[in-house]
């Protein structure tokens, strides 16, 4: 930064990242921190709001195909999560402030498929099913 505050620091081996990779808020508070194995993140990378709060979780495997996601909001609650294979499938769960589930997507190759489901106060409130991003079959 103009400041003289370290924005980012990593290390390149032969031209991949590799190890931790830590990036800086402007007054040098810890912004972000992933693990790199041969320019593939690997393991637990963290997101932060100022004053080092958890913004994000995600873990990482596969090379960086396969995550697991936590979005947390700044008092600590769980807004979202992501979940994807590394195959094109992925799942998006919705939180409430009091961290209750309150919708699940199915996606594959972008698209709705699978079972929407939405909930209220916890309990299942309506399924919806999806084809290709398409609604088929009969909504409960």
């Known amino acids: 930064y103009e400041n003289g505050q370290l924005k980012s620091s990593g290390i390149y081996a032969r031209g991949y990242l590799t190890g931790p990779v830590l990036s800086y808020y402007e007054d040098g508070d810890l912004q972000s921190k992933f693990d790199y194995n041969r320019g593939n993140k690997t393991g637990l990378g963290e997101t932060y709001f100022k004053g080092q709060k958890i913004k994000n979780r995600t873990q990482y495997s596969n090379k960086g195909k396969d995550e697991i996601s936590d979005t947390y909001n700044e008092n600590g609650s769980i807004l979202k999560s992501f979940k994807t294979?590394?195959?094109?499938?992925?799942?998006?769960?919705?939180?409430?402030?009091?961290?209750?589930e309150i919708l699940t997507e199915p996606y594959l190759a972008g698209k709705l498929n699978g079972s929407r489901k939405q909930f209220?106060?916890?309990?299942?409130?309506?399924?919806?099913p999806y084809i290709n991003g398409n609604k088929q079959g009969v909504e409960k």
């Open 85 to 100: 294979d590394g195959l094109n499938s992925n799942t998006w769960i919705h939180y409430d402030e009091n961290g209750r």
């Open 120 to 128: 209220e106060k916890g309990k299942l409130i309506k399924e919806e």
